[in-house]
Nanobody, 114 residues
Framework: VQLQASGGGLVQPGGSLRLSCVAS????????MGWYRQAPGKSRELVAR???????NYADSVKDRFTISRDNAKNRVYLQMNSLKPEDTAVYYC?????????WGKGTLVTVSS
């Protein structure tokens, strides 16, 4: 499984960004697709994920601001990020769970700063 993320960048506080990730390779059996992030000096944490059936999980810190969506026909997962805060600054990683194994993309940097 290969994952290619895009959409990161520099945005001012209160702004929006949309991350996109496309999966390729052996995708049969993929369950969760999602996004994790890692800020400087911190461990990687779950931001949001969506199951193959459409169930979603969000970190408390992003609820009501971020929305995850998935297009199974295009093997894509998206993260719409609104009302961004400086504490959202991190490298965001696309992740898929296939038969209990995690696969990771290279990450895309999101910087929220004025």
């Amino acid at each position: 499984v290969q994952l290619q993320a895009s959409g990161g960048g520099l945005v001012q506080p209160g702004g929006s960004l949309r991350l996109s990730c496309v999966a390729s390779g052996r995708l049969f059996g993929v369950n969760f697709m999602g996004w994790y992030r890692q800020a400087p000096g911190k461990s990687r944490e779950l931001v949001a994920r969506v199951s193959s059936g459409g169930n979603t999980n969000y970190a408390d810190s992003v609820k009501d601001r971020f929305t995850i969506s998935r297009d199974n026909a295009k093997n894509r997962v998206y993260l719409q990020m609104n009302s961004l805060k400086p504490e959202d600054t991190a490298v965001y990683y696309c992740n898929v769970d296939r038969f209990g194994m995690d696969y990771w993309g290279k990450g895309t940097l999101v910087t929220v700063s004025s």
